[in-house]
Nanobody
C-alpha cells in the first residue's frame, strides 16, 4: 500500500507561517485529487483544501486568503502554505489521496492517508 508522509508541522506564533509537505512512498496518485484535512483536539476531522490533477483548488472558508494548496507534479509532492496562522488552526494535519480525479470535501472519498503532522499556533 502506498503511504503518504507529512512533514513541516511545528509550533508558531499567531501571524506566522508554516509550509506542510506530503510525499507518497512511491510515485502514485498523480492523476488523483489530493487534499489536506485537520483534526483539533476533541473535534471532528475537517476538510481544509483540495487540488485536482488539473491544478484547480478550493480552500475552506475559514482559511481562504491565508492557506494555499499546491502540488509539484514531477515529484508528486503536495504542499499546504499556511500564512497568517491563527490559534484556531491548531490541529493535526493529514494529507489524503482521493479515489478519482474529481475532488470532494468528504473524507470518505479519500483512500489513502498519512499519519499526520501537528501544527500548534500560540496567541
Amino acid at each position: 500500500q502506498v503511504q503518504l508522509v507529512e512533514s513541516g508541522g511545528g509550533s508558531v506564533q499567531a501571524g506566522e507561517s508554516l509550509k506542510l509537505s506530503c510525499a507518497p512512498s512511491i510515485y502514485a496518485y498523480s492523476g488523483h485529487c489530493m487534499a489536506w484535512f485537520r483534526q483539533g483536539s476533541g473535534k471532528e476531522r475537517e476538510w481544509v483544501a483540495w487540488i485536482n490533477s488539473g491544478g484547480f483548488t478550493d480552500v475552506v472558508d475559514s482559511a481562504k486568503g491565508r492557506f494555499t494548496i499546491s502540488r509539484e507534479n514531477g515529484r508528486n509532492i503536495l504542499y499546504l502554505d499556511m500564512n497568517s496562522a491563527k490559534p484556531e488552526d491548531t490541529a493535526m494535519y493529514y494529507c489524503a489521496a482521493g479515489r478519482e480525479t474529481w475532488c470532494t470535501t468528504d473524507s470518505a472519498d479519500y483512500i489513502a492517508w498519512g499519519r499526520g503532522t501537528q501544527v500548534t499556533v500560540s496567541s
